[in-house]
């Protein structure tokens, strides 16, 4: 923490004035790949700025290939904000004379990001009213945003075909999981216009105050070029429910909230089935995901109950999956 807070001291003289200091730095969140830091600038006169530094532990931590380097990631978001996104404010993207490696800062947010929270608390009622519409303008606006370049293009039938070798290598076998792949198999969508996705909008990934509703989307680091349906499915899915099976949307909405919002806000009108095939895409992804995890902590207990416990969540999964075909009728 020394060297981080030596780091942003020097820096955050160009981001709050001559004689401005640090104050609060705390570590938010673990992980092997990615920091979060709160810390505000305190300037020299003036109210402190409540920031976020995110910064990659290490260059070889970032999967290339699977997600954008940070510094594409915080061209995402500010253009993104810049074409009416609610999200957080980019305020400086780290250099190499900055010395806190591959990193951004960006503005703090005040709201709740519990995803349990969101959909059941009475405090957030209000919120949950307005919601739904909320994303769907958001995603509206994402969607139209301009990718900026080294963006990754997704093809949904490699997606499918690397989760499905995936699952293959595993050697496990679960009917629920085989009905998916086949059900996708026989309904990949026709090709479309593609656009800048977010890969991974779901409840417990977007910043809620609650009283108004969205406050800001939060974690791009799977954005991508794709098909704009994939973010409507995703949120769809069972697993970001958070026990309210009858709200599809996050556990706090109806669906045709969220595509009304969508098209008020300009978006293309989408059609049901192809929300359904994202939602399935979706739930399988998830469920061979928390398989895999389940079965790196049967091989190694000593890693931590975490991955034992996610693996737990394959059911929901299942269950999503189950519903889907019985909507579709095969």
Same mark, same amino acid.
């Given at each position: 923490?020394?060297?981080?807070?030596?780091?942003?001291?020097?820096?955050?003289?160009?981001?709050?004035?001559?004689?401005?200091?640090?104050?609060?730095?705390?570590?938010?969140?673990?992980?092997?790949?990615?920091?979060?830091?709160?810390?505000?600038?305190?300037?020299?006169?003036?109210?402190?700025?409540?920031?976020?530094?995110?910064?990659?532990?290490?260059?070889?931590?970032?999967?290339?290939?699977?997600?954008?380097?940070?510094?594409?990631?915080?061209?995402?978001?500010?253009?993104?904000?810049?074409?009416?996104?609610?999200?957080?404010?980019?305020?400086?993207?780290?250099?190499?004379?900055?010395?806190?490696?591959?990193?951004?800062?960006?503005?703090?947010?005040?709201?709740?990001?519990?995803?349990?929270?969101?959909?059941?608390?009475?405090?957030?009622?209000?919120?949950?009213?307005?919601?739904?519409?909320?994303?769907?303008?958001?995603?509206?606006?994402?969607?139209?945003? /301009?990718?900026?370049?080294?963006?990754?293009?997704? !093809?949904?039938?490699?997606? %499918?075909? =690397? #989760?499905? $070798?995936?699952?293959? *290598?595993?050697?496990?076998?679960?009917?629920?999981?085989?009905?998916?792949?086949?059900?996708?198999?026989?309904?990949?969508?026709?090709?479309?216009?593609?656009?800048?996705?977010?890969?991974?909008?779901?409840?417990?990934?977007?910043?809620?105050?609650?009283?108004?509703?969205?406050?800001?989307?939060?974690?791009?680091?799977?954005?991508?070029?794709?098909?704009?349906?994939?973010?409507?499915?995703?949120?769809?899915?069972?697993?970001?429910?958070?026990?309210? /099976?009858?709200?599809?949307?996050?556990?706090?909405? !109806?669906?045709?909230?969220? %595509?009304? =919002? #969508?098209? $008020?806000?300009?978006? *293309?009108?989408?059609?049901?089935?192809?929300?359904?095939?994202?939602?399935?895409?979706?739930?399988?992804?998830?469920?061979?995901?928390?398989?895999?995890?389940?079965?790196?902590?049967?091989?190694?207990?000593?890693?931590?109950?975490?991955?034992?416990?996610?693996?737990?969540?394959?059911?929901?999964?299942?269950?999503?999956?189950?519903?889907?075909?019985?909507?579709?009728?095969?």
């Amino acid at each position: 923490m020394s060297e981080i807070a030596e780091r942003l001291a020097a820096l955050v003289p160009k981001l709050a004035g001559d004689g401005a200091e640090i104050n609060g730095l705390t570590r938010l969140t673990g992980g092997a790949s990615m920091e979060t830091w709160a810390f505000s600038a305190v300037p020299a006169a003036g109210d402190a700025i409540p920031l976020i530094l995110r910064r990659g532990t290490s260059p070889l931590a970032r999967h290339p290939g699977k997600k954008p380097p940070l510094r594409i990631e915080a061209e995402l978001i500010a253009a993104a904000v810049a074409n009416g996104v609610p999200a957080p404010n980019v305020v400086h993207i780290c250099s190499e004379p900055d010395g806190l490696g591959e990193a951004y800062i960006m503005a703090r947010v005040s709201g709740e990001t519990l995803g349990k929270r969101i959909a059941t608390d009475p405090a957030f009622a209000p919120a949950r009213a307005v919601l739904a519409r909320q994303c769907g303008a958001a995603l509206a606006r994402i969607h139209a945003t /301009p990718p900026v370049a080294g963006v990754e293009t997704l !093809d949904v039938r490699a997606t %499918l075909s =690397g #989760y499905e $070798e995936t699952w293959r *290598a595993s050697g496990l076998v679960r009917p629920t999981i085989e009905a998916a792949f086949r059900w996708l198999e026989r309904r990949v969508p026709t090709a479309g216009a593609l656009t800048l996705v977010h890969g991974d909008f779901r409840n417990g990934n977007i910043m809620v105050g609650a009283q108004t509703g969205l406050a800001a989307v939060l974690d791009w680091e799977l954005a991508h070029v794709g098909d704009p349906a994939e973010d409507i499915g995703w949120i769809c899915c069972n697993s970001w429910r958070f026990g309210q /099976p009858g709200k599809r949307v996050g556990g706090f909405g !109806d669906l045709d909230d969220l %595509l009304a =919002g #969508y098209v $008020e806000a300009g978006g *293309a009108p989408i059609d049901v089935a192809r929300v359904d095939f994202w939602q399935m895409l979706g739930s399988l992804k998830w469920g061979v995901m928390t398989t895999m995890m389940h079965a790196r902590w049967a091989a190694d207990p000593s890693a931590g109950p975490e991955r034992a416990v996610i693996g737990r969540r394959l059911s929901e999964t299942e269950a999503d999956i189950v519903a889907i075909i019985e909507r579709s009728g095969s």
